[in-house]
């Protein structure tokens, strides 16, 4: 006898396989892991696997069609948050050069992510899909992410109820 659909829970119909990337990854390592793994998006993780936000192939497309002079800004930033000093200019030339390899995903992430908790009835989940205008949302457990819902995850448990 199949479970009611109301009474199932994210936890219950969540995919757990789940492809993540790290806030520490630079653009050019995240470029190639969408490549080989043939997605768009994914959400990112804190080295302690904590969601801290999702990147998508249009982040990366759009870092890479700044100016370098709007490259050499966001590296200075990043230069300056990790060692509390200022980077000279020939420097931060040289660098923007290859802003895709030394800039993190960190950077170019969302750092707003829409997640429910894996104890989240299905009800619930299908009104934040709506409600968001979103066709994905990740499962978390203690801000740890453990899967990911779709919107067709939650029509097939209304058509198995």
């Known amino acids: 006898m199949a479970m009611q659909a109301t ?6 119909i969540m995919s757990p ?6 806030e520490g990854w630079t653009i050019h390592r995240l470029a190639e892991f969408f490549i080989k793994h043939q997605i768009s998006a994914v959400p ?3 080295s302690d696997h904590e969601l801290v ?3 998508s192939v249009g982040d990366v497309f759009r870092f890479n069609h700044l100016e370098d002079s709007d490259k050499g800004a966001v590296l200075r930033n990043y230069y300056r948050d990790n060692t509390g000093q200022d980077i000279n200019e020939t420097d931060l030339r040289m660098w923007a050069k290859e802003a895709d390899k030394n800039c993190t995903v960190h950077q170019i992430m969302t750092p707003e992510v829409i997640s429910v908790e894996v104890t989240t009835p299905i009800k619930s989940v299908s009104a934040v899909l709506l409600e968001k205008h ?3 949302v990740f499962v978390t457990e203690n801000k740890i992410v453990v899967g990911v819902i779709t919107a067709m995850d ?3 448990s209304l058509q198995a109820a």
């Open 7 to 12: 009474a199932l829970s994210a936890g219950d």
């Open 17 to 22: 396989d789940l492809l993540t990337a790290y």
């Open 44 to 46: 990112v993780i804190a």
């Open 53 to 55: 936000g999702i990147v």
């Open 134 to 136: 979103i066709h994905r």
């Open 154 to 156: 939650v029509l097939r």
